[in-house]
């Protein structure tokens, strides 16, 4: 079954490095999302992205985030400046166009740590 | 506007007797649900879905799921655990119709005694 895959597991970073997270979505999906999940608390919504812009955007996805889709198969986080409180697991997710809702299907994500 | 309330952050259950987690969720649009499932150190992994089809739905490893209006609830049900359903569950609510923006409830974890 196709899944979404995303690079690196897990991602090392000194305070206020720049990072970029990788996720590869399934091939036929046309959108794309940034979802984090700060420890111990609940997953949160950051951005969606269709037809290679921005759908909509979370209160958290400010200036110093920013996504990517570099090419046909590849789409990117890239968070600047980072700072402590960005440590967290960022999922990538993906979903077809379809009628209906279509559900998102989610990579097994990127735990950030930022020192 | 839309939300999420998962009525239990814990759930312990015995292997082989029923599981319930509880959803509710509000929504000024017509709703569309999801139950996901996490395991340790993985991504989130769908078990079922409702989106304005049949109200009660079925998912995957024997999940089930139904969608009440008049309580704003989507209940997961299993009749029976088994040890391998230990995990995280969230309930998921977004609009329905064309792309979504989904809300996660705040999530359960399972529990099951041998």
């Known amino acids: 079954e196709p899944e979404v895959t995303q690079t690196p597991s897990h991602q090392v970073t000194q305070m206020g490095q720049e990072v970029i997270l990788r996720c590869v979505p399934i091939s036929n999906h046309l959108y794309f999302y940034w979802y984090r999940q700060i420890l111990g608390q609940k997953v949160e919504f950051l951005v969606s992205?269709?037809?290679?812009?921005?759908?909509?955007k979370s209160e958290i996805f400010d200036d110093q985030f920013s996504v990517e889709r570099p090419d046909g198969s590849n789409f990117t986080l890239k968070i600047r400046s980072t700072k402590l409180e960005d440590s967290a697991m960022y999922f990538c997710?993906?979903?077809?166009?379809?009628?209906?809702?279509?559900?998102?299907?989610f990579g097994d994500g990127t735990r950030l740590s930022i020192l | 506007a839309q939300s999420v309330t998962q009525l239990d952050s814990h759930v312990s259950v015995s292997e082989g007797t029923p599981v319930l987690l509880r959803c509710n969720y509000s929504s000024s649009y017509s709703p569309s649900l999801f139950w996901y499932v996490q395991h340790p150190n993985k991504g989130l992994q769908l078990l079922l879905k409702y989106t304005s089809a049949a109200t009660l739905v079925k998912g995957i490893n024997g999940f089930e799921a139904e969608f009440k209006k008049s309580e704003t609830s989507f209940h997961l049900t299993k009749p029976s655990a088994h040890m391998s359903d230990a995990a995280e569950y969230f309930c998921?609510?977004?609009?329905?119709?064309?792309?979504?923006?989904?809300?996660f409830g705040t999530g359960t974890k399972l529990q099951v005694i041998p």
């Open positions: 998921v609510v977004t609009p329905s119709g064309g792309y979504q923006k989904v809300t």
């Open positions: 997710a993906s979903s077809e166009v379809g009628t209906g809702v279509q559900p998102q299907h």
């Open positions: 992205f269709y037809n290679n812009e921005i759908s909509e």
